[in-house]
């Protein structure tokens, strides 16, 4: 059985105690997860694999100075954890000196967030997500078409603790279903996803019956030549998108000259005025942790407002180093709705491409935020304002900066399509480099 949040504490404190007792100047950063992890896997309509296991993880890091070691373990009796304690301790000093290395943090002010944790989430067993698969495999098997996805549930307890006095626990559930249908001749696909922590508003047979629909229309795909394209993004590939520019927003790759943001301050105002996006632990469609990995209690961080860069990420470090305050930690964000219905952002589009999804995607150049990658699971050509026909995939090479900057239209609905701590509208903008012809599905 997971352990309990008194449990919790107390097996970071018998880390602490015996880190101590072998090295009393050392500093002590303890991290433990204790879990409930489940699944069900299904292909071809069918349920293939299942399982369900309890599991903790374990990570200590010692430091000694400006040297310092960390290991990991899946083990929390008294004996493993001590052997675990004498191993980390035994590798900092062996270690090399780390002049960016930072001092453990001590006592946090910390505030409960009671939306990362679901008790209908937590209660679900092998029943319930039998039930749950049951309505995903459904309407595959109506339309005669194959379905594969997976269900993954987490239930637990995450904690942190410190030799400085840092002590502090949190549950969080979080639920997952994909859902990919694939047509029989084998040339339409489409995807359907639920992320979320809690089980209000998730509807496996909608997610299913979302990713037989864009399998049905994208099957036969009519030869689109590669080139520049107005696009509409669904969701998931204007989260994929998001995701990309946030990770690119650090204030140290900033400073030292290697990226979009070495020319691009805070506070000007380099993207479309219909782009602002901001991270909130408490908000209730991105409910998040109320501390980041190394204990810093995380509260609302605007990152982009109208358009204007209002913060870049910048560690305790860097902070330090540049006589600043340290900014970020947050897994995720909310890019904000738009005016236009979902529905509607298609209108007055003379020839184009709806993208449903992104996958395989990697950085080209971090100075004009280059990134390329393959569409799937659904491309389709517009003409007139209207869907007329799929199209063959493309590899991508586009500016994630001038995507966001030439968007000129936000969907009015906010879908969570990539990540429980992430939601985003579709988004219409305008020269996107759909670079070359992908012959993939």
């Known amino acids: 059985m997971p352990l309990s949040e008194k449990q919790l504490g107390q097996a970071m404190q018998k880390v602490l105690a015996a880190a101590k007792k072998l090295e009393p100047k050392a500093e002590v950063f303890v991290g433990l997860e204790s879990a409930k992890r489940a699944h069900v896997r299904y292909s071809r309509n069918e349920v293939t694999t299942t399982g369900e296991i309890d599991e903790a993880g374990l990570t200590v890091s010692v430091r000694l100075g400006l040297k310092a070691a960390t290991s990991s373990s899946n083990q929390t009796d008294d004996a493993s954890m001590a052997a675990l304690v004498e191993r980390t301790v035994r590798l900092a000093k062996l270690a090399p000196e780390d002049p960016e290395l930072m001092p453990v943090l001590g006592p946090q002010v910390v505030k409960r967030n009671e939306l990362a944790f679901d008790a209908k989430v937590d ?8 039930a749950i698969v049951k309505d995903a495999i459904a309407p595959g098997r109506e339309r005669a078409l194959g379905t594969a996805g997976f269900l993954f549930q987490w239930s637990g307890l995450v904690g942190k603790a410190s030799s400085a006095g840092l002590l502090q626990t949190h549950p969080a559930t979080g639920l997952q279903l994909s859902v990919t249908a694939r047509t029989p001749s084998g040339t339409g696909s489409g995807r ?66 290697r990226s979009f943001f070495s020319k691009v301050k805070v506070g000007e105002a380099p993207f479309s005025p219909l782009v ?3 991270s909130d632990p408490r908000n209730a469609r991105t409910p998040m942790l109320p501390f980041d990995g190394e204990g810093r209690p995380l509260e609302v961080q605007p990152w982009i407002t109208a358009g204007k860069i209002e913060a870049l990420a910048m560690s305790r470090f860097w902070a330090q180093k540049t006589k600043r305050a340290p900014v970020g930690g947050h897994g995720g964000f909310e890019l904000a709705a ?104």
């Open 123 to 130: 209660a679900l067993d092998a029943k319930g997500r039998a």
């Open 192 to 257: 359907g996803q639920f992320y979320g922590r809690r089980l209000t508003g998730f509807d496996a047979g909608q997610v299913a019956k979302n990713a037989c629909e864009t399998a049905k229309r994208s099957e036969n795909p009519r030869k689109l030549d590669a080139g520049r394209y107005t696009v509409v993004l669904e969701p998931a590939a204007t989260a994929l998108l998001a995701e990309s520019l946030l990770s690119a927003m650090d204030q140290r790759s900033a400073d030292e000259g």
């Open 276 to 278: 602002s996006i901001r």
């Open 338 to 441: 738009g005016s236009t219905p979902r529905a509607k952002l298609l209108e007055g589009i003379k020839r184009g491409v709806l993208i449903s999804r992104f996958w395989y995607t990697n950085w080209v150049d971090g100075q004009t935020l280059l990134l390329t990658g393959l569409t799937r699971d659904g491309t389709f050509l517009v003409e007139d304002g209207q869907v007329v026909a799929p199209v063959n995939n493309f590899r991508f090479n586009q500016s994630v900066a001038d995507a966001f900057t030439k968007c000129d239209a936000l969907s009015t609905e906010l879908e969570a399509a990539n990540d429980a701590e992430t939601v985003t509208p579709a988004m219409r903008t305008h020269e996107f480099l759909l670079a070359s012809v992908s012959e993939a599905v």
